[in-house]
């Protein structure tokens, strides 16, 4: 099988002559020419001027040019119909768009090869080498980082202090035993209405990675050719997740009645959010950009830390612009690509629009760069003085320890995850659950009486049923992306 993605770029070329210009029906009786049409859905409206239309405006500016944004791109699944009407019927077809994944555009063959671009460009040489790799499938590069999150652990550090654990230097860099220890000293706490940790059920996703000693194993198991839902540390981080949610060590070991007697939580709210916010939960899983609302409703004002995956380990998130294979202006509708992301000049001018707005203190993305400069500046705005500790110490391992979080960019990833019917009949909550789809059977192996290893061997293999998400999803569409 040819390569894929892997998940774990080009001398800058000048802009040059511009194509044909692209012509759009303005208010009747009139026309107006751009270079560019955009479409993405974090645009807002033309009345709200948002910083990423600003930033649009600015790359007007500075190269001369006009990109047309479209307007009311649609949300979830009707944006990807609303592009699929858009290359149909040639109406606001971009040269430049958010991809919803890079599932569906290669599979409908809308993407442009862009490796001629990325080769020699110093800017996408210092993109993290695991989103470089995300962005490649077979033949050649299909895809530009748009935005970046992380993924991973948020630290309570004073209620951890005040159990007597020392937080003072617990970050990635920590063993993965750190967590099993606030995990367990937080079951002793549970009559004062406090725990450790909201959930273990992303373990499914991440744990494999961290406990694995060769270094292939990414996200879900995922080395960029094959899952690994068989192998040793994926079926123990399974087993493991189930223990401690039997034990009732996880928040979510408790039932809805048991969350409000018992930590006191408001049936309205979502339960691992509403004792995070009241002091309660010691760590909590999830994304960072969720950080400005934990800071905003920090109800004690504790001290919090993001600590990514202890064990070295960073889960980047991200989203992904592509370049339309008909554009008749792709080097220009390259450099918008990288001025809107990864671009130093953009990125600088991204940060600058930031910084002024009049709710600031965040940016929807962090720096898609290892370049120093950049970084360094990105946390001087925004990052340690947003008031969350840790950020940029667990920014020195995505180079290293970065894994991406593969619904955007590994093609058949959704139903390798959560679609995918197994034939198999498994215990649920209620009953049996006959032909589960992956999802659910994961779900029951750590939270209910599943057993993990009864579906990792035999005659149905969940890993083989991973595996043949990709290579059916290669065997159908894999010509157009081979030499």
């Known amino acids: 099988m040819k390569k894929g993605f892997k998940l774990g770029l080009f001398s800058i070329v000048g802009l040059g002559v511009i194509g044909a210009s692209l012509t759009s029906c303005g208010p009747k009786g009139s026309e107006e020419t751009y270079d560019l049409i955009y479409r993405s859905w974090d645009l807002g409206t033309a009345q709200q001027n948002n910083a990423e239309r600003q930033l649009v405006h600015a790359f007007e500016e500075t190269h001369n040019v006009k990109v047309k944004i479209v307007e009311n791109p649609g949300s979830g699944n009707n944006y990807w119909t609303n592009i699929q009407a858009s290359v149909q019927n ?5 040269d430049v768009m958010m991809i919803p994944n890079m599932d569906w555009p290669l599979a409908a063959g809308y993407l442009l090869n862009i490796e001629g671009y990325v080769q020699n460009d110093t800017d996408f040489k210092n993109v993290p080498q695991s989103i470089r790799e995300a962005c490649t499938f077979g033949n050649g590069v299909y895809a530009l980082p748009a935005r970046m999150n992380l ?3 948020f630290l309570n550090v004073d209620l951890v202090d005040s159990w007597g654990i020392d937080a003072e230097n617990i970050s990635v860099n920590s063993e993965f035993s750190v967590i099993e220890d606030i995990i367990d000293e ?12 909201d959930t273990t059920t992303h373990w499914i996703d ?3 990675s961290v406990l694995d000693e060769t270094g292939t194993l990414g996200y879900y198991t995922w080395d960029g050719e094959q899952y690994h839902l068989d192998e040793p540390a994926f079926i123990s981080s399974v087993q493991n997740a189930k223990s401690h949610y039997q034990a009732k060590h996880t928040l979510d070991a408790y039932t809805p009645e048991e969350k409000q007697s018992i930590f006191n939580l408001d ?15 010691a760590l909590r899983y999830g994304y960072t950009y969720e950080i400005p609302d934990m800071l905003k409703y920090n109800a004690l004002n504790s001290e919090y830390r993001f600590i990514g995956n202890p ?8 989203d992904y612009y592509g370049i339309n294979k008909e554009t008749t202006n792709p080097q220009l509708a390259y450099e918008f690509a990288k001025w ?10 991204r940060m600058e629009l930031y910084a002024k707005r009049e709710n600031g203190g ?8 290892t370049d120093s400069e950049t970084i360094n500046e990105y946390f001087d705005l925004f990052g340690e003085g947003s008031g969350m500790d840790g950020l940029s110490d667990a920014f020195t391992y995505i180079e290293t320890g970065g894994m991406v979080e593969g619904t955007k960019v590994v093609p058949g990833y959704l139903s390798a995850r959560q679609t995918k019917k197994t034939g198999l009949t498994v215990p649920g909550p209620e009953g049996n659950i006959d032909n589960c789809n992956m999802f659910d059977l994961l779900n029951q192996c750590v939270t209910g009486s599943a057993n993990i290893t009864e579906y990792t061997s035999g005659e149905i293999n969940i890993d083989d049923l991973a595996d043949a998400t990709y290579t059916d999803w290669w065997k159908k569409n894999g010509a157009n992306y081979t030499d």
């Open 90 to 94: 040639k109406i606001d077809n971009a």
């Open 151 to 153: 993924q991973g652990y």
């Open 186 to 197: 937080g079951f002793s706490h549970v009559n004062e209405s406090q725990i450790g940790l």
């Open 206 to 208: 991440t744990q494999a």
């Open 267 to 281: 049936p309205e709210e979502e339960p691992r959010v509403d004792l995070w916010n009241k002091g309660g939960l």
């Open 311 to 318: 064990g070295g380990k960073i889960t980047i998130v991200g």
């Open 340 to 349: 809107m992301s990864f671009g130093k000049d953009g990125f600088a001018k």
């Open 362 to 369: 965040f940016m929807n993305t962090l720096p898609l760069t």
